[in-house]
């Protein structure tokens, strides 16, 4: 615009100078003058009398002045001197801007005659203005991958002076990829354009900053800067990186799902979109896929599933990470999975034998093989059984395991074992795995049945009923099932007389034991006989048993009344003197039961007599005696009845009828018996007791023996007197007399009475047991053998 005034106002000049052309006799031209602009005022500039030719009178009387363009004043003129001066410092740029030359015109006129010399001045430049960019900087966005030579204009430097005084190089500050080349435009500006030398890289470097200087050709040269600041643009020219090629991670198995494995992580050089990455599994297969997940912005990979260390010992998957232009990269991920004792033991029975038969020594029970999936010490097992077994469990080929007996079992002893195996892996913490297996013992016939007593004593009462259950024998064995099934039966009896068949039978099933038929105390007190058990096993084992039977009495025999004789057609009559004092005794009723113990205990008394009060019979031993003085009131003849009852239940009796004969005067004189020779039996016997007699020490027995050989002698010599009186021979068996002190006497006897004389209530002196004057006739044997039994029921005589 200034420009455009300016050059409007000069027009205006041009047009003035033709009119003032016209009006005068111009013709002459002065100058040129050149002034160097900014010169200071009153400077001097021409001589215009010298150039005008004229005097300096001339000059002044004619009037001589400047004649300016536009209203400026910029020369004076001294007409004294004619001398043409700076009136104003002129500013080039202000008068002519970019026009080169500057010229100023101006006229000199003088009047009289009117003259008018057209005159111009020139203005020179000088460097008195700067380079200056319209902009303190410039933005350049040059891509990275711009090629070499690649120019860049820039925007040029505006330098008002002119000339050579204008811009006139550009340069730029060091840098390795660019230069400036200064470029001439058809008006003759110069202007800047970068030129790329060296290739760019924006990850490199991603700006420049760069000084622009432009030089003006003053001297000395004048500047001005601006600066330039060049973006690097991206291009996709980096694909992404990861940090590692192989990532090599470690997890144990028993890790929860969402754990993380690893955090990959890539870098992409570009920016933006071309630097924005995103991960995944790079071709997983189905497998993997299950079993890890990443996540596409932060590379972290986690758990998706459990694994398992005996499933999946590693897994080895490509990350891939791809930017915004599509470039990529890969890593790998190599992913061990860690063994964690998770596994117990797995236990597998592969072969059990049960029942095991026992007495056999070493077996093999059964065999098991150990499997434990874990690895290391996890994967080791070690084995136990309970200590107290008669097991061992020894380890075999690998993984297995034989459970055999430490010796030979027996079934009786314990006929089932539950054993509880123990497998125990090395692992922390340790698992373990129990298994229990039952063996059972088999049988094997090892042992005979057993009598639960070795004898049994079975009592029962005589005249039972045939076929009585009389008792049991019990037999059990120890083994079982067939080899425990018991069976009874009858032995043959030792006493090959013994008729055992026909006695008793047994129920071979259960032992029961029957009587077969009636029993008889009197006529078998007892008899023995054995059974058998058998079992049935193969071989059969069998054991025995004696079995005595103790017939128990019943009262079923009355007292039999021995003396006196009751059948007699001559009965036996006791003489009693008139004097006897009271207690005289006057007889004994001498009685016996088959019988034994209370059944034939018997006892006596006086049922009936022809004078009450005269006699008395001793309850316990029949013992017949005056109660009281005789007199001779009293009647001579006596009949007397005595009741003998034994003690049974219920009791049975007998009676004995006596007859009495009072005679006078005092006990009859002892009268000698005639001699009667002794019989060889008789005298041996006496010669035993004699010698016997000498040869002990014992008073008692030596007492007793003399009071055998006294009543001897008394029943030699009572024949004469008391020849009335007979007494029963013979045996009665089953009377027993204590011959050889054992102090078991019979309980029955027969007495032989004598009667001595003068002294008082014991008349009756010597009493004998009848029996010794009668050989033994039954065999010794017998009678202790009987004596035993009696024992065996415990009553004692
Ligand atoms: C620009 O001008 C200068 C001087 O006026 C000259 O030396 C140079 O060769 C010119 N350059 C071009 C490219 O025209
Ligand atoms: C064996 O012993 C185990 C452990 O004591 C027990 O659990 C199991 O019931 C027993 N088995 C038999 C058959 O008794
Ligand atoms: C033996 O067995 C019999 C029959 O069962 C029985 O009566 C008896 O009491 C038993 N003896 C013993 C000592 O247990
Ligand atoms: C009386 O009985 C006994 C034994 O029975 C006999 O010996 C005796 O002769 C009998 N007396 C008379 C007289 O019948
Ligand atoms: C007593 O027993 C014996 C032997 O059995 C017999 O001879 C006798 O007659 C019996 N006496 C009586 C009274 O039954």
Redesign the pocket.
């Known amino acids: 615009m200034e420009i455009g005034w300016m050059h409007n106002a000069r027009q205006r000049q041009v047009l003035i100078f033709y009119v003032l052309l016209g009006l005068s006799r111009a013709g002459t031209a002065l100058g040129p003058y050149t002034v160097v602009e900014e010169t200071d005022r009153g400077s001097f500039v021409a001589n215009l009398g010298k150039d005008l030719g004229v005097g300096l009178t001339e000059l002044s009387t004619r009037g001589a002045r400047i004649i300016s363009q536009g209203n400026r004043e910029h020369l004076q003129l001294k007409v004294q001197t004619g001398d043409l001066l700076i009136n104003e410092k002129l500013d080039r740029e202000e008068l002519c801007g970019p026009t080169e030359p500057c010229v100023l015109h101006f006229q000199v006129l003088m009047e009289k005659p009117l003259e008018i010399f057209q005159a111009e001045l020139r203005v020179r430049d000088i460097n008195d203005h700067s380079p200056i960019f319209p902009e303190r900087e410039m933005i350049l966005k040059i891509l990275e991958n711009s090629p070499l030579g690649n120019m860049f204009p820039l925007k040029n430097a505006v330098d008002l002076d002119v000339g050579s005084n204008n811009v006139q190089e550009y340069n730029i500050s060091p840098n390795s990829h660019f230069r400036v080349l200064t ?2 435009r058809s008006d ?1 500006r ?1 202007y800047p354009e970068l030129v790329l030398d060296k290739e760019l890289d924006r990850e490199e470097e991603a700006e420049l900053r760069l000084t622009l200087t432009a030089l003006d050709g003053g001297s000395p040269p004048r500047s001005g800067t601006s600066q330039v600041h060049i973006e690097v643009v991206d291009i996709n020219d980096n694909a992404p990186e990861f940090e590692q090629a192989l990532y090599k991670v470690q997890i144990p198995e028993d890790s929860p799902i969402g754990s993380l494995v690893v955090t990959v992580s890539a870098s992409d050089l570009d920016s933006g979109l071309n630097g924005k990455i995103s991960y995944t599994l790079f071709q997983p297969s189905e497998d993997i896929s299950k079993i890890l997940e990443v996540n596409p912005i932060t590379g972290e990979i986690r758990l998706t599933t459990q694994v398992d260390y005996e499933t999946i010992l590693s897994i080895e998957v490509d990350i891939e990470a791809t930017d915004g232009g599509g470039l990529s990269g890969k890593c790998t991920l190599l992913l061990q999975v860690v063994d964690v004792n998770d596994n117990a033991p797995e236990v597998t029975t592969s072969a059990l034998t049960s029942p095991i038969p026992e007495n056999s020594p070493e077996i093999v029970v059964a065999v098991f093989s150990v499997w434990d999936p874990d690895s290391g010490d996890n994967g080791k097992t070690v084995s136990s059984i309970q200590e107290d077994l008669p097991f061992l469990l020894k380890p075999s080929v690998k993984n297995f395991y034989t459970l055999v007996t430490e010796r030979a079992l027996d079934r009786e002893a314990r006929a089932e074992y539950n054993i509880t195996i123990t497998f125990t892996d090395l692992g922390t913490p340790r698992l373990k795995t129990q298994c229990n297996i039952m063996v059972v013992v088999s049988d094997v016939n090892d042992n005979a049945p057993t009598f639960n007593q070795s004898s049994y004593t079975l009592f029962v009462w005589e005249n039972n009923s045939p076929a009585l259950h009389i008792g049991t024998v019990s037999a059990t064995d120890r083994d079982s099932g067939t080899n425990a099934q018991v069976t009874y039966s009858l032995l043959p009896p030792q006493d090959p007389h013994l008729p055992i068949a026909s006695l008793v039978s047994i129920n071979a099933d259960n032992g029961h034991l029957f009587a077969l038929r009636s029993l008889d105390y009197e006529a078998l007190r007892a008899f023995e006989f054995r059974v058998g058990a058998v079992d049935a096993g193969s071989p059969a084992l069998s054991s025995e048993a004696l079995v005595r039977v103790v017939v128990v009495d019943d009262n079923d025999n009355s007292p039999f009344v021995l003396y006196p004789l009751q059948n007699g057609s001559a009965p036996c009559t006791e003489l009693v003197p008139r004097a006897a004092e009271a207690g005289y005794l006057v007889t004994k009723v001498v009685a016996v039961d088959n019988d034994s113990g209370q059944n034939a205990w018997l006892s006596y008394q006086l049922l009936k007599a022809t004078e009450p009060g005269l006699f008395r019979v001793w309850a316990h031993n029949g013992e017949v005696r005056t109660a009281r003085l005789l007199s001779e009131r009293d009647a001579t003849k006596h009949r007397l009845v005595v009741l003998v009852k034994d003690n049974g239940e219920p009791s049975m009796s007998a009676t004995v009828t006596l007859h009495v004969l009072l005679v006078d005067g005092f006990s009859q004189p002892y009268l000698p018996l005639p001699e009667v020779p002794l019989d060889e039996t008789q005298a041996d016997s006496l010669t035993i007791y004699l010698v016997t007699a000498l040869a002990s020490v014992s008073t008692l027995f030596l007492f007793s023996v003399l009071l055998f050989v006294a009543v001897r002698l008394c029943r030699r010599n009572r024949a004469a007197l008391v020849g009335r009186c007979s007494v029963p021979e013979g045996h009665f068996p089953g009377h027993l007399v204590d011959i050889n002190g054992t102090g078991t006497l019979s309980q029955s006897y027969q007495y032989e009475v004598c009667l001595t004389r003068g002294s008082g209530t014991s008349e009756f002196q010597f009493l004998k047991p009848i029996i010794s004057c009668y050989p033994p006739q039954g065999t010794t044997s017998e009678i202790e053998e009987n004596s035993n039994f009696q024992n065996s029921f415990g009553f004692n005589y």
Do not use: E, I, L, W
Request: proline letters at 0%; a positive charge; hydrophobic letters at 0%.
């Open positions: 470029s001439n003759g110069k």
